[in-house]
């Protein structure tokens, strides 16, 4: 079975618990386990991290033998020329997904260093960005 | 049922027929088709147009009573100030994709003047970009 | 008597049905007839024209016989470069009106294309700005 | 009788004795008196000032107690932080006149600082810029 | 024989009418004239379009199948991003002219959105400009 | 006993009286009174000055003997290179107040023309930003 | 008794060490004393934490449960979207602070990712800008 | 005989009292005395002020009978809209001149709203740039 | 008979040996010829030079005695206000020319010193641009 | 014998494993015996780090005893202030490196954070891009 | 005696013969006599070049032993770092002049690169430029 | 034997005699002697040229049969597009050195134009950048 590495940037932990207003009530676990259940009835398997630190990212994604990459980068988004040279050095099939609509924020998030590296990007629908997102992807490893 | 207009913007009529390295060989036809589908299995009706004319697009937006709008608007993405306001102006929640990543095209591709008033943003996924558009929309839609 | 010909950009057809809190409860009709009225009071007639496509106003632009319009180009203030070439090919005298303040909204709002070859702009007072710039126009060719 | 204040910016009080083309022949005094006899017709008071003193503007405004201002605030449109911020803390309707198009001429001229703070702006009309300026004002302030 | 598409864009109906002192006192009519007889001397044939609106011009591109393609974009040399992609998606060689000097007048004159899609950009030469262009065209076209 | 000169930019006497939800409900001789009675415990005396003139503020600044400046320019923090010149020439220590924090409003406060030839600057305490800034002035000049 | 978190960013564990023309000659242990004793006196206390690891502190942000945070986010004030993600998704108030006069160094440290996040911003005062902020900060909860 | 209006803008009053490394020892007074002596040597008359004041600036030159203007703008060189439409207005021909040479200094010093409007400028040269100053108005003057 | 001269600018002394996959096979003896032989059918004669030197072409330009100028400013086109003041000194009618289409290539190469003191400019059409250039300048000179 | 500490950025560690096209056949550890040759011939020691972690490099700057530092800050180049304020606030002599020519890849390669704090740059030559950074920090610190 | 050098940049050659109406009728031969006779009276000599090479200036400022430089840089001074480099390399005082007043003409005009190093600038006097800077040049030897 | 050519540009030859502060006692004449001595250990040799002249680097770079350059462009890498081209026309393996590190120096000194064209560039080592360049450019050259 393929494996996909699902990553969740700085902050992700707190979904949830802060801010539910705009990010909804659900948690990182439950959000995990729906993308789990989505994997598995296609043959995947998913490894899950969510991380703070830019390195551990790099590291992962540096480490990592996963067939497809979902990236939820959240403010490294922005700021992180690290994750894409890494992403772009491992040439792995990359997603890019985002819980709110980055391109209705301040004007500083409708910029991706990521997206150019990635297959492409999904953006504004909640936790459904993720489902979505690893539906992207198991349908590009799958053709 | 509810309904959701389907709306291809400029030169979206040609898919399948120029370029098709960049855009894949799927004919319009055949990806409003799967759309279509996709809908019917949700109890969804599908409406669509496409056309090369702002106006039009502007006309139909203001004159439709869809319960959502799927849109890629091609090339009015970055220019059509027009559709923008119709969109907004109406309120039907609306969900833009794009067949091609346009993060990694021209600097001028980058900048979204839709984006601001959809729900979200899909791009990159070629004929993809469509099913997981009508999957995002037709789930909030069903919330 | 002269003729003054009025031009409603797009999306003004839906005025008076939607956003009725930034744009007032008044529709396209209503205005025109005040609009109308005003003109006949001057002994001058008016030619309303509505339209969501850019070349139809481009269209009746170069082919009006009217010695002054009144323009309110809504999207296409900020993107139509072939609407002010009209304006400035035909040389009438024009003015511009906008019902909501552009100037605090949207940042790519604060700039008209139309505005240069106007002899002026009226922006911010709803229904009134149309009254308002009429009042200037017949001012002007009655000069 | 409700009141309103009339503010004319620095170097208006040259009007009529220089730049004869561009400004035309009315006086600040000549215009004052159209203002006023408007004004009266609709059962309003008018206070006039001028001054090249962005300090005594700022004075005026902070001291006044009209109910509307009609400014043509001239160079102090693209300079003072200082009128914006007192017509905002005393949020009395305002409405902003330019008798030259200030969208024609020098692209430093292009940004209003008050415009935001405005409820409307007029501009290009000459002389006519102010009467329509006090007729929006007393319209918006008799609804 | 060979076909080529002749494109007008916006405003060019009025050739010969209005500011003859820019655009000289040669009428559209007059300038196809000669544009046909230059091509029927070189044995190609020559279709000619002329319309204000951007969608027709791109659903005639979509639908041609002419060898070579003249076109003076005029106002939409600018600002449109869908007669560009017209252009790229159906790869067919495109010369872009401009009568007046474009690189002359106000600075957002200065971008051209076809340029980077065309063969090459003849500009200032008046009805000569459409001459030279044919002759460039039709030079590459019989190599 | 050293004096320290307090500078309150224009509009500054309309606190506490006008938009309360913004800058509290202190009045301007209420902040003066805590700020004198700071100054005293640290035998300390204090000059104060209100004024919406500019040049006023310039004036006082190039004629003082005190041994340190508090100053909230407001509004002229961002547009006047008077008041920092006059500061520059002098040298006398300054410390620079702001009631709102002036990083958290539109964009044009974001730059200070007088931050760079103050001490410090301190921004968003309400009334506390005098109190802390006149603490932070005596320490430096008690130093 | 209510706790405050106090954030030293990176490199500051070299104060007094390195650069003491710039930054003094106070270490970061002598600094957090006099923060401790200034919060103790007023019935708070400290939690000290240095790091040089963008993602530690977002961790400890996420992880607090203090009423207040006080932070000197140095380098990455100008660089880290995280943080101040962390900062608002947390919403506990907090006070950012700085040695330097940032206002007074290279222009990309003239802008703060952080401050339109924070309560407010305090600059330039050395030392003495920490005790400022928890003075600041103090004042805010106690209210 | 012809009269020169000599304006000293703000701090100038400070000249010789402060920064006299930069800007030399000379007072105002006594520069004033050498211009005069310069003047009268051909046969001029001088009108001196110094104004901290924008406004004052403005008065003066809008009610003044000189001949022809020597300026020091000083601060307000960057930022006086006012004072470039008062010598705009007037017409009366006009001198620039600075005693530090400008584009040595801060970038927002580089810019000149008032050169554009003025015959020449006068840049770095100490009271020397006044005495070459008048000796230039004067000698365009005697033409 | 009349002369046009014709300047070669830098790096042109290499075409036909150097990079020809995008300048082409041609030598520059080559078009020399051709440009020639155009010119002597339509009774012009033609003055050749190459330079590498930006001065040469100045010289050249100030002292020549031609009617007409057909220039490939080449590397000078983005860089030289010399030989653009030199044309505009002169006021002899030139027309610009680039065997490359400039505004397909680096970002650098769009804009163009040397076009708005031009007739026209020709770019793209490799030799064919000479031969194009002449025509269009003989045309003028003769018309 | 005088210690020089190596740094290597995010994903070098992949060198020789990823984009050899790019990066080449080298392994980091085959460099960095290279280096440690370099070095021991010159009688130098090096210690070697690789982080993909900004804040590990930043620790390790910070606690160095290192008489100088060759650092390939790799992505950091372009976003870490912390390093930079690392190696300004340590001193030590550093030579920075890069593997590739970053001049010829993305713009936003094209700025380093780094140099202005840095002895110099050495960027395009691959692993010889070390050897000669090394090189030139033994030469400097052998002065 | 000291020597003055005196530099006539680009195009200069030409003054008197073309372009009268906005250069004069002065021929530089006539103007070098002037600034000539003027340093004769204050026991000054001065040696003339112009030049149209870039080349030849920098050749000429390396190698002189002029006490001075009075240089109208011409189109140079918004194109040349090489001559700012060999200027400041010499660190001969040098004077920067004019014939026209350079901020009154097209915006890449209002930038120069020579000013920074020079004592000051003088721009728009005509002729007198010259004169003015010479005596600006020899007041500041001669002190 | 291979041959090198090593190009100097703008004021190099002031080397030794100017500005010894920043650009060390070494004269070029003593520079070129050390690179001789290092390309002959290496079985290459070397021809120097030192030019002030844009005009003679691109004539040198056009006629050479070296097979490598090693360019020390000075002034010309901000302003050079004629060099920038005739290195990317002869396709020589270049590399770019700076004696000074640039990036610390002025803003227009960041940018190279001819970076993009070389194998790499080395910057800020003095004397030893022309070193460690030659060294890479043999060992390239070598391979």
Redesign the interface.
């Known amino acids: 079975m393929k494996k996909i590495l699902v990553i969740h940037?700085?902050?992700l932990?707190?979904l949830g618990k802060?801010?539910t207003d705009i990010y909804g009530r659900e948690t990182l676990a439950g959000i995990n386990e729906e993308i789990g259940e989505s994997a598995k009835r296609n043959n995947f398997t998913c490894e899950f991290m969510q991380?703070?630190?830019?390195?551990?990212i790099?590291?992962k994604i540096?480490k990592t033998d996963a067939s497809g990459i979902l990236i939820n980068p959240?403010?490294?988004t922005?700021?992180?020329?690290?994750i894409?040279?890494?992403l772009?050095?491992?040439?792995i099939p990359t997603v890019e997904v985002h819980i709110s609509?980055i391109?209705?924020r301040e004007g500083?998030r409708?910029?991706?260093?990521i997206?150019?590296?990635?297959?492409?990007?999904?953006?504004?629908?909640g936790k459904?960005?993720y489902l979505?997102g690893i539906?992207?992807l198991m349908?590009?490893l799958g053709e």
């Open positions: 940037g700085p902050n932990d707190l802060r801010e991380s703070n630190h830019e390195g551990d790099v590291d540096g959240a403010a490294y922005h700021t992180s020329v690290a894409r040279d890494a772009s050095a491992k040439g609509n391109y209705a500083f409708h910029k991706s260093l997206a150019p590296v990635a297959l492409g990007q999904i953006s504004g629908f459904r960005s979505l539906d992207a349908n590009f």
